[in-house]
């Protein structure tokens, strides 16, 4: 089965029903992470030097020694051990970046200091800059983009304006995608008319607030005012959630954590107002003045839809990155929408330019930040607020991005879903700890990112002469890690906000998953040549670069590929016995038992390590896949097709090699365990023998022994299958091209490109060009 078909499914029963082994626990982790004590942080020392201890005196004990003590070993032994070398040299690194940015992690979070109520209210309290919410979406399930889109309805911004990027076909033939098209198109404008209740009863208890304190009214009917307007707020929200439909933990989350969430945040603050009351006080007016300020900042949104490939002047590129360029290039300008035959063209609207009552003008409003959001991310109440105060600050003038890398939603429902979500909320640590050595990398689900540095790195091309603005580079399909190094190299930097304020859909089957992890892995080594040139441009600038931040970033990009190809040397290899050594384990146990802890402290389980490691052996076919498609890319200079994700009640099919592979590995190392037994090999017959166990392990708890056949089956089918030849159409006879039923207005515009291509019998997509 071709990997790029999402939307292949197999007609097994409901995998998200709840699975034994799936995660019991529903309620999510704190926003703020927990302080951690002097101890754990003298641990987090110890085992990094210990670490660099054990490698070092592996190669000393182990590898100079048997190459000392046998100088006549032959050339096999000699190329053994260096291969071997380097493997566990390799290996130990990543463990080492592991450490190290799981370090500065904590020590992030023993320094942060959440920013309180108060300060926030002052600061936004006379604030008039705008913010703007870019929602790319393609061929999601409406009901995901609306959950979406009312987490950042609900932001607390003043000028808050959000945009649906709507990337389907403009113009579907088939009546069902029509349908959910249109679902898709509507809910812009309904979250916006739900929003209109709230927000007028919010603007008339501001109205009354404002005659009381002009007739000077007692401080207790103004105390009151507030309260009021506070109390019919939280209802509204505990309206809305108590009408919203519970059908997985997603919406779970988005009724109790982004509904509920903010309906208790109201709550509180009503709580403290109505003390007030009963203690015969009252903030003063102008702090009262700012609660009602919050309220209409709450419920103000401008809520919009854009459609970038009903118009041909834009890029037409299947790729999240191009979708998001096309609407920042129409940002702080008015478009005329120009008809030309088939096509539609945006003009730059011109300020005295004469305009027809039948002129359809697009009027797109500038915004100093924007915020981009997958469709299916959920933001908590003060996402935005926090982040822009934290980009206001003089100190972070020249931070480009800043974002608070996605957790999980807990309570998934399916073993693999659970898994993939502990290696998620165990990344949301590591990415905080790179911003700790300034290797911050933008993580794409969700930013804010200060417009000016995106227009300091745009390139501009013409393609089919229209002019491309490109921000957000689509070279790769993990344009977020490119575009970091691109502003890197302009001078700016990302920083990742030190609180869990985004939530992210994981994976609930495994071919899901291999989409999502294949082109995770492609890229990264393509990128690699940007950042040596980017390091030498801030070294020309006589910026500082520190040697952790390069290797946690060269680790970041190239990882994937040597752990694989290291992995499988290990796996595949007959390696002499004389080579290992207790100090390989001494140097990867710190690794494995700092990753155990963090997943404890993320409500997983310590064990979950062993069920980690299984599941990147059934994956490593999968990430070698992504390794080789950059290889591919770099020869041929070919973009590679961004494919989204599948996200679907039903199991998404897994292409039939990436499930026998796993197969072959419990298979090859059930070989490898009988070899070294019958050879006396004893620490090669423990690592086969835990590779067959938890490889083995993982097939039954990811994939499924019955999935499998199934999906093996279906690859092996399709590969055989050769779909049988179309007959050729009949000729059609086309209609004389007459003054009376020529499409002048086409032919004119196209000209003899799209007349030539119409005499050799294509066609637009709408109509026939040539006749009407």
């Known amino acids: 089965m071709n990997i790029t078909d999402t939307t292949a499914h197999t007609d097994q029963p409901d995998l998200r029903k709840r699975q034994w082994g799936a995660e019991k626990r529903s309620e999510p982790l704190s926003i703020v992470h927990p302080i951690p004590s002097r101890v754990k942080l003298a641990w987090g020392r110890i085992a990094i030097v210990t670490t660099i201890l054990a490698w070092i005196g592996y ?162 009917q103004m105390l009151a005012t507030t309260a009021s307007a506070y109390e019919a707020a939280a209802a509204w929200l505990e309206d809305m959630a108590a009408a919203e439909k519970v059908e997985d933990h997603v919406d779970e989350f988005f009724v109790d954590s982004v509904i509920m969430g903010l309906a208790r945040e109201l709550r509180l603050t009503l709580l403290a107002l109505n003390a007030a009351a009963a203690q015969h006080t009252s903030p003063s007016s102008d702090r009262l003045e700012e609660f009602h300020l919050r309220l209409e900042r709450i419920f103000s949104v401008q809520m919009h839809s854009f459609e970038r490939k009903k118009y041909a002047n834009l890029s037409q590129a299947v790729n999240k990155a191009m979708n998001l360029n096309a609407y920042i290039s129409l940002m702080g300008q008015k478009w005329l929408v120009d008809n030309r035959g088939d096509v539609q063209v945006l003009r730059a609207l011109d300020p005295g330019q004469d305009l027809s009552d039948t002129d359809e003008v697009l009027d797109i409003p500038d915004s100093g930040y924007l915020l981009t959001l997958d469709a299916d991310s959920l933001l908590l109440r003060d996402y935005c607020l926090r982040l822009v105060y934290f980009l206001e600050s003089e100190e972070n003038s020249r931070v480009a991005v800043t974002q608070t890398p996605y957790s999980s939603f807990r309570g998934a429902p399916t073993r693999i879903e659970r898994l993939a979500g502990a290696t998620t909320d165990v990344q949301h640590i590591l990415h905080q700890g790179k911003t700790h050595y300034n290797a911050t990398f933008w993580v794409g689900a969700n930013a804010v990112i200060r417009k000016q540095a995106l227009l300091d790195i745009c390139q501009k091309a ?44 994981t994976p609930p089957d495994f071919g899901s998953l291999v989409v999502q992890r294949r082109r995770w892995a492609n890229g990264g080594l393509l990128i690699l040549s940007k950042f040596v040139r980017q390091i030498s441009e801030r070294k020309r600038r006589n910026e500082r670069v520190g040697l952790r931040e390069v290797l946690l970033r060269v680790n970041y990009m190239a990882s994937i590929a040597w752990a694989s190809i290291g992995l499988i040397f290990l796996l595949a290899y007959p390696y002499d016995g004389r080579l290992l050594s207790p100090l390989i384990f001494a140097a990867a146990l710190p690794y494995f038992i700092a990753m155990g802890s963090d997943l404890r402290d993320c409500g997983h389980r310590f064990s979950d390590i062993f069920r980690i490691y299984g599941f990147n052996l059934i994956l490593l076919p999968v990430n070698m896949a992504g390794v080789l498609k950059s290889t591919e890319q770099a020869f041929t200079g070919e973009k590679i097709p961004f494919v989204r994700t599948p996200k679907v009640r039903n199991r998404t099919a897994s292409p039939g090699l990436y499930v026998a592979i796993p197969y072959l590995i419990v298979v090859f190392s059930i070989f490898t365990m009988w070899r070294d037994f019958q050879n006396s090999n004893w620490g090669n017959v423990a690592f086969a023998a835990l590779n067959t166990v938890l490889a083995l392990y993982a097939i039954r708890a990811y994939i ?47 000209g003899d490109r799209r007349l030539d291509r119409d005499l050799r019998g294509g066609g637009d997509r709408r109509k026939r060009i040539g006749v009407k």
């Open 59 to 220: 190669v000393i004990s182990t590898i100079m020694r048997q190459l000392v003590d046998n100088p006549d070993a032959g050339f096999r032994f000699r190329f053994e051990a260096a291969m071997y070398l380097a493997v566990v040299t390799f290996l130990t690194f990543s463990a080492l970046m592991y450490l190290v940015a799981r370090q500065g992690a904590l020590l992030r979070f023993s320094r942060h200091r959440r920013v309180p109520r108060g300060e926030l209210d002052r600061h936004f309290r006379s604030y008039d800059k705008s913010i703007t919410t870019l929602v790319p979406s393609y061929a999601e399930e409406p009901t995901v983009v609306r959950k979406t889109l009312w987490s950042v309805a609900l932001q607390e911004f003043t000028n808050l304006q959000v945009v649906l990027l709507v990337d389907d076909n403009p113009y579907p033939m088939n009546p069902e995608v029509l349908a959910k098209l249109q679902e898709t198109r509507s809910l812009a404008s309904d979250i916006q008319a739900s929003l209109k209740k709230p927000l007028d009863a919010a603007q008339e208890f501001r109205t009354l607030f404002d005659r009381q304190r002009e007739a000077g009214a007692a401080e207790a």
């Open 462 to 505: 013409t393609v089919g002469g229209y002019e491309i603005h490109t921000y957000i580079q689509d070279r790769t399909v993990i344009e977020d890690t490119e575009s970091s190094i691109d502003l890197g190299t302009q001078g700016w930097t990302l920083s990742n906000y030190p609180e869990r304020l985004s939530y992210s859909a």
């Open 704 to 750: 499924g022994f019955k999935n499998s056949i199934v999906d093996m089956t279906l690859g092996l089918v399709n590969w055989l299958f050769v779909p049988p030849r179309k007959a050729k159409a009949a000729a059609v006879a086309y209609p004389v091209a007459t003054p009376e039923n020529t499409d002048w207005s086409t032919l004119l515009y196209q």
